[in-house]
């Protein structure tokens, strides 16, 4: 199973954040949404259900590709059969009415028996920390957290419960099998169903397309992309993602630069040492891009700093 990574330096990146992180992240949620067999059966080509896999950050640091296993994990299976047309007199002697046995990819997850919140609907639902019935307690042996494109299989159940982790049954096929796939586009940090206007300050705010700064993890960081950065790649991805009637705003300005950079173009070279240069010993206005100390004088200090940083590119 594919893991959503929990790597030393992703430790190191998320603590380095949390004090920056001034509001707190949406969970991330993945979902497989779940279809009857267009079979001619009973209830065919229907929406039945889903399971949905969710994680609540507590350092505030929820992000694409990957979280601290100190996050709360939350999966849940459901399947309700009751909104399908006959359900009062097809549901109960249908192959529906059945215990269900749930899996991620290869691995079992859990057992959840028939009609067990109502008739018709069946449930399977883990919380790592405190769940609250029906819900279960995350097993030791649960799968790693999972990931966008991650499967979900559920199968009829059969003779004694497998054990959490044990592999895909060697016989018979799953009655529905679907990919996780995120739920909200991303750029979309409020979650509200949009990539528009209301996101566009998360993005802008945090936007350093030359890398001066340490990490920025999570879309209220302006990362769309995993990286742990909000560069052009991320203002990419909200541009494709915007769904607004008015057109994406242009690309934020940098909030950051390299020290040396003296045209802010995100290289400190040679037309930096020039413009250094041109104005050497000159006093400095406010603004003045040669003065890049802004003491008001371009001296040997601005110099020193173009020629300790000469060669840093974006």
Request: glycine share 8%; charged share 20%.
């Amino acid at each position: 199973m594919k893991s959503i990574g929990f790597a030393s330096v992703v430790v190191a990146a998320c603590a380095a954040n949390v004090a920056s992180a001034q509001v707190e992240n949406g969970d991330l949620r993945i979902k497989a949404k779940f279809v009857t067999p267009d079979n001619g059966q009973w209830g065919a080509d229907e929406s039945v259900g889903n399971a949905d896999f969710r994680i609540h950050s507590r350092f505030m640091a929820v992000y694409y590709g990957g979280v601290l296993r100190a996050d709360e994990f939350r999966f849940k299976v459901q399947l309700d059969y009751t909104d399908i047309s006959g359900f009062d007199t097809e549901y109960a002697i249908s192959p529906y009415n059945a215990d269900i046995d749930v899996y991620i990819n290869d691995d079992f997850v859990g057992r959840a028996t028939a009609n067990n919140t109502a008739f018709g609907i069946s449930e399977l639902e883990y919380d790592s920390r405190h769940p609250d019935p029906p819900a279960l307690l995350l097993p030791a042996d649960f799968p790693e957290p999972v990931e966008v494109f991650d499967v979900v299989r559920v199968f009829v159940a059969t003779g004694p419960v497998p054990a959490i982790g044990d592999p895909l049954p060697s016989t018979g096929t799953p009655i529905y099998e679907a990919e996780l796939i995120e739920e909200f586009a991303r750029g979309d940090v409020n979650q509200d169903g949009h990539v528009d206007d209301e996101d566009f300050p998360f993005l802008a705010n945090h936007y350093d397309p030359f890398h001066v700064l340490g990490p920025g993890i999570g879309p209220v960081m302006g990362d769309f992309t995993g990286d742990n950065r909000a560069d052009q790649a991320d203002f990419t991805v909200f541009v494709a993602n915007w769904d607004s009637s008015q057109d994406p705003p242009a690309e934020p300005t940098p909030i950051a630069f390299h020290p040396g950079d003296a045209d802010r173009n995100g290289s400190v070279n040679v037309d930096d040492l020039n413009i250094v240069l041109g104005a050497f010993g000159q006093s400095a206005g406010v603004g003045d891009l040669a003065d890049l100390n802004a003491d008001g004088f371009v001296d040997v200090d601005d110099l020193n700093t173009v020629l300790s940083n000469f060669g840093l590119t974006p």
